[in-house]
């Protein structure tokens, strides 16, 4: 799926802040040796990921859902300089290539990797952390929500990406589809979660930005 008419989606690239060279040399070699490359948040989203952590400018940042690791870079980009970014994946096989880009780039020594499932790795892990981004298994987005917030405090950002899931949100859903009924949870849960503030951006495939009130 298009998630824009490619004309637009040219311009607004070209008409947005350059993709840095190592994560164009990334973006490539996922395309290139990596299972369902669609994945990587690319150059359009990745230059939205940066920009919303310049703006916030965490300390402590939490990815769940590493993939090979370009989101992580863009989110780094924002990262105080006494900083630590987690991000935790299940898929051993991308470790190595993940840790190869990391440590090519500026945030290696502050980017900490967790092997290992999301939901047994994140209450273990001693942290308050300014901002979160979602982008793994869609099934647990609800639970991943209840086990991140109260690692939060008031102002503290949550990215969520896929929540619109190629338009599957809109449409009549299949018995067996999981994935879907649960972004359906959790977009509710977001727009109704007495701590929070969301908003939906419709880019590539929906990203919500939730705010803790307090």
Not at 81 to 97: C, M, P, R, S, W
Not at 161 to 185: M, Q, R
Request: glycine content about 6%; proline content about 5%.
């Amino acid at each position: 799926m298009e998630f824009l008419p490619e004309k637009i989606n040219n311009y607004v690239e070209e008409h947005s802040q350059p993709e840095p060279e190592l994560l164009q040399k990334l973006n490539r070699e996922t395309w290139q040796k990596v299972l369902v490359p669609r994945m990587l948040s690319g150059h359009l989203q990745g230059r939205v990921l940066s920009m919303l952590s310049k703006l916030i400018n965490p300390k402590n940042i939490l990815e769940i859902g590493t993939y090979t690791g370009y989101s992580a870079l863009c989110l780094a980009e924002g990262m105080q300089a006494n900083g630590e970014l987690h991000t935790i994946d299940i898929n051993e096989e991308l470790v190595d290539f993940q840790r190869k880009y990391f440590d090519q780039s500026q945030y290696g020594e502050q980017i900490v990797q967790h092997l290992g499932n999301a939901l047994d790795i994140i209450p273990k892990l001693d942290k308050t952390f300014d901002l979160v981004f979602i982008d793994a298994d869609k099934n647990n987005y609800p639970k991943y929500l209840e086990i991140i917030l109260p690692k939060l405090k008031k102002g503290s950002v949550i990215l969520s990406d896929n929540v619109l899931w190629s338009g599957k949100v809109v449409e009549k859903v299949k018995k067996d589809d999981k994935d879907t009924k649960a972004l359906l949870t959790y977009n509710k849960l977001l727009n109704e979660h007495p701590q929070l503030e969301t908003v939906i951006l419709p880019i590539r495939d929906g990203l919500t930005i939730s705010r803790v009130k307090g």
